[in-house]
């Protein structure tokens, strides 16, 4: 086996000391501190100052309302179905009046949640979407697991768009569409 002998060179005294290179270091970080020569301060005090996000961040999926107040969920479990970590639990809840039916539990656990937005896709009534929430915690992972209540409640606070607040009245419409055509839908 053949071996390559490096030949190294030999420091001088003042590179040995290292005080040349730690002199420059500090007047690099003296630079930064005091934002001479064009520097700029790059870090910043988290959790007081805060990041800009871009205006397509996804965040954590929150569960919206409609302009009545009304849960837009209907139970279908699409989005519980496509979900690739299985995050979501939906336990549906009887049906309400027409067509109403809305979740009894609506379980994210945001453990698993990978914050891919495939629930936010396949929702076909625009009942769950990405949020700009990236700060979650919580002391146990019972507590990371967001019941349908804290959802809308971080639904309620992450309306983007207007999109959470849309005026869309679909049941009203149904119910008006069904009065149309004799048929009392509120029974
Ligand atoms: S964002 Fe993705 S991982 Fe998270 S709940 Fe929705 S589908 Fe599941
Ligand atoms: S959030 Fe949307 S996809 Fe999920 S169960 Fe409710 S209506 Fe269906």
């Known amino acids: 086996m053949a071996y390559v002998k490096v030949k190294r060179r030999k420091l001088t005294f003042a590179e040995r000391t290292y005080v040349a290179p730690i002199a420059k270091g500090m007047v690099t ?3 930064h ?4 020569g064009g520097t700029e ?16 961040y996804r965040g954590a999926p929150v569960l919206v309302k409609d302009a009545a107040g009304r849960e837009k969920c209907v139970s279908c479990s699409m989005c519980e179905y496509v979900c690739p970590p299985r995050a979501i639990s939906i336990i549906p809840g009887e049906i ?15 453990l698993r949640c990978i914050f ?45 768009d207007g999109r959470t607040k849309d005026p869309v009245k679909k049941y009203d419409r149904l119910v008006s569409e069904a009065a149309a055509q004799g048929l009392d839908l509120t029974k």
Do not use: H, N
């Open 29 to 31: 970080t003296l630079k």
């Open 33 to 36: 501190m005091l934002q001479l």
């Open 41 to 56: 301060r790059v870090t910043m005090e988290y959790p007081e100052q805060k990041w800009k996000l871009p205006d397509r």
């Open 96 to 110: 309400d009046g027409p067509v109403e039916k809305a979740p009894k539990v609506f379980d994210i656990d945001m």
């Open 116 to 160: 891919c937005g495939y629930c936010e896709e396949v929702c076909p009534e625009e009942a769950i979407f990405m949020s700009e929430e990236y700060e979650l915690c919580g002391q146990t992972r019972a507590e990371m697991v967001f019941p349908k209540d804290k959802l809308y409640a971080m639904g309620e606070k992450f309306g983007r």
